[in-house]
């Protein structure tokens, strides 16, 4: 499961892809390598963060330096007298598609988790505040970052403890912590 921190850090990835595609549109000859490189930062964030998809965008990549080479995959089908360079514009466009469909199927479990809990983090500080924790979370040990003594407040109390649970469930402690302290921020 992707940390709220990888997750956005994809996603930033892929809201990269909008100025690409016009690149595409806009026949810029910077289009392959731009999607080269991109697609070197996709790998390399998927690697880093032990998903198989790296393998998939790392092969793509070797498609676009493949079909520059003079050797575009099988299955592609062109216009007739087509040239290389546009061979390799087409394989470049293909390949940051099926790019964005790998990283989309990596991340979309992880997202709609992390909103759940997003929603959760946001409920449970709506009735921590209404009971008063958040201010004797907010009174307690300076030392000890707010969120680490909202959550132990949270789950100290006996109505909020359940959904406390909940959202270290959904997301696991340090992202609910995260989440708690986006939380914070949005309702002050």
């Given at each position: 499961m992707l940390r709220v921190v990888q997750l956005e850090e994809l996603e930033a990835l892929l809201l990269e892809a909008p100025e690409l595609i016009g690149r595409y549109e806009q026949r810029t000859?910077?289009?392959r390598g731009a999607v080269r490189d991109w697609l070197d930062r996709v790998a390399a964030a998927l690697r880093?963060?032990?998903?198989?998809?790296?393998?998939?965008?790392?092969?793509?990549?070797?498609?676009?330096?493949?079909?520059e080479r003079g050797s575009p995959p099988a299955d592609l089908?062109?216009?007739a007298g087509a040239s290389r360079r546009q061979i390799a514009a087409t394989v470049a466009m293909r390949s940051l598609?099926?790019?964005?469909?790998?990283?989309?199927?990596?991340?979309?479990?992880?997202?709609?988790?992390?909103?759940?809990?997003?929603?959760?983090?946001?409920?449970?500080?709506a009735v921590?505040?209404?009971?008063?924790?958040?201010?004797?979370?907010?009174?307690?040990?300076?030392?000890?970052?707010l969120p680490a003594r909202l959550l132990v407040a949270l789950e100290s109390d006996a109505e909020l403890k359940p959904m406390a649970a909940h959202l270290v469930g959904?997301?696991?402690?340090?992202?609910?912590?995260?989440?708690?302290?986006?939380?914070?921020?949005e309702v002050e």
């Open positions: 000859p910077q289009f880093s963060n032990r998903l198989a998809g790296a393998a998939t965008v790392a092969a793509l990549r070797g498609d676009i330096i493949a079909a089908v062109t216009a598609q099926r790019a964005i469909a790998a990283v989309r199927a990596e991340i979309d479990g992880t997202r709609a988790r992390s909103n759940d809990a997003h929603l959760v983090a946001r409920a449970v500080l921590a505040r209404a009971k008063s924790v958040v201010n004797a979370a907010k009174a307690g040990n300076p030392s000890i970052p959904l997301v696991g402690r340090a992202d609910a912590l995260v989440l708690l302290d986006r939380a914070l921020g």
